[in-house]
């Protein structure tokens, strides 16, 4: 099932509200999505690798705690910021300022910022394990089979 943008995100407390929440694809709603996005934003950082080990190590740890609260919505999240910290680390490696179209919408030349591509794989040995625990993707299959 896809995301749902459809929501009034600004009324609704998805901890509240576990059902409404759809996982969607990749990082669909990742800044939509409260409290959540409230609770994690703030330690979402990739600047530096040592940056990117603090706040990846911070937000897995924000995981675990949603895991131990048997917090779905909270575990799927955390999983949203870890991979867009990968994500976005890779767009500021792979183009200079993190843009990769320039003003004509044409795809601007790759260059390499090794230090962004630190920061990337920081981020993604944290997504990796969270995608893979098994806790994860057997809630997640029983929230999308209950909720869609």
Same mark, same amino acid.
Do not use: A, H, T
């Given at each position: 099932m896809t995301f749902n943008y459809e +929501?009034?995100?600004?009324?609704i407390n998805f &901890? !509240?509200?576990p059902e409404l929440y759809r996982v969607g694809r990749g990082e =669909?709603? $990742? +800044? +939509? $999505? %409260?409290? /959540?996005k409230s609770e994690i934003l703030p330690h979402w950082r990739f600047k530096t690798p040592e940056i990117a080990k603090e706040s990846s190590e911070k937000i897995y =740890?924000? /995981? +675990?705690?949603y895991k131990k609260a048997a917090d779905f919505v909270g575990m799927d999240m955390a999983r949203k910021f870890l991979q867009m910290g990968y994500t976005r680390s890779r767009r500021y490696a792979n /183009? @200079?300022?993190? &843009?990769? /179209?320039? %003003? @004509?919408? !044409?795809i601007k030349e790759r260059t390499l910022n090794e230090e962004k591509a630190a920061s990337a794989a920081i981020f993604m040995e944290k997504? @990796?394990?969270?995608? !893979?625990? =098994?806790d994860y993707l057997k809630l997640k299959k029983e929230h999308q089979k209950k909720y869609g």
């Open positions: +929501l009034d995100f600004d009324n &901890r !509240e509200q =669909q709603g $990742v +800044l +939509l $999505v %409260e409290p /959540y =740890q924000m /995981y +675990l705690d /183009y @200079k300022g993190g &843009r990769k /179209y320039d %003003e @004509k919408g !044409e997504w @990796k394990i969270v995608r !893979e625990d =098994q």
